[in-house]
């Protein structure tokens, strides 16, 4: 199996039809679908396991039913289960861009196995697409320790080698970026090779609990502790003077707006195609 797709939920209805849905239109048949459902009590899931018993890929959606601490946990446990070489984390309510994501993508592991790059220490990441203001988020080129800083791809985009997420689970003590703490040892520690495709991998719904307002100041703390974990006090002094004087407030107002995302996304993109 080349990739698995995690989708970990608990109670999430319609919104996880619609996630199912839309990978089992893929047109890659090299994957299997993990769904860890943390107890659910709304019934859903039982509802649609008997109206797809048979036919439209349902035979390729395993199912997991097993209590858990929170999302990162679930992932934990959908990683055991997983038998694919590759994993994409999904969340309910997120899409595959189009139906030819997942043949895109192996054919970028089958150029990478040919180079003789090492498949368990990959990760490929993609663009992504924000359903919350219709733009296309364009991801760094290059991962750098700055990029590292400021701005990894999104998870919901990125293809993990399912040896580093064996070797290195989430860790739970952080409530909100456990996946960006994994990402940064994958760069600093793992040594992990990350290949940008140039394609929109995800459409991100948004609205998750790390960016509600009353999680924000834990969200800063962990980023604090994460970075300072992997990064040494010059390192980070410098990137905080480059965040400071290039006005990175103000750039992140500019993102999250409705009237001036579009703009904004579609500039960073060309500025990173020059340096790609």
Request: overall charge neutral; charged content about 30%; some cysteine.
């Amino acid at each position: 199996m080349k990739i698995s797709v995690i989708t970990v939920c608990l109670n999430a209805g319609e919104k996880l039809r619609e996630t199912l849905e839309n990978i089992l239109e893929q047109s890659c048949m090299d994957l299997e679908v993990i769904v860890k459902d943390g107890g659910s009590t709304d019934g859903f899931l039982e509802s649609w396991q008997r109206e797809n018993a048979a036919g439209s890929g349902a035979e390729r959606v395993r199912v997991f039913v097993e209590k858990d601490r929170g999302i990162y946990d679930a992932m934990n446990q959908a990683v055991a289960h997983a038998r694919g070489e590759f994993l994409l984390f999904l969340n309910c309510g997120d899409l595959l861009d189009d139906r030819d994501v997942l043949e895109r993508t192996c054919r970028a592991l089958e150029e990478e196995a040919k180079a003789g790059t090492d498949m368990d220490r990959l990760i490929l990441y993609g663009d992504t697409k924000g359903e919350k203001n219709d733009v296309a988020i364009a991801s760094a080129p290059q991962i750098t320790g700055f990029t590292c800083y400021r701005n990894i791809p999104c998870h919901q985009s990125c293809f993990y080698s399912a040896a580093l997420c064996r070797e290195r689970p989430y860790d739970l003590r952080y409530k909100i970026r456990a996946d960006y703490d994994h990402f940064l040892w994958c760069f600093y520690r793992a040594g992990a090779k990350m290949r940008h495709m140039d394609f929109p991998v995800a459409v991100y719904e948004g609205g998750g609990f790390s960016e509600q307002r009353e999680n924000r100041a834990l969200d800063r703390q962990e980023h604090r502790e994460i970075t300072a974990k992997y990064m040494g006090r010059w390192e980070l002094l410098g990137y905080r003077a480059i965040m400071a004087c290039s006005l990175a407030p103000l750039r992140t107002a500019l993102a999250e707006s409705r009237m001036f995302s579009g703009f904004y996304h579609r500039l960073k993109e060309r500025i990173y195609r020059r340096k790609s």
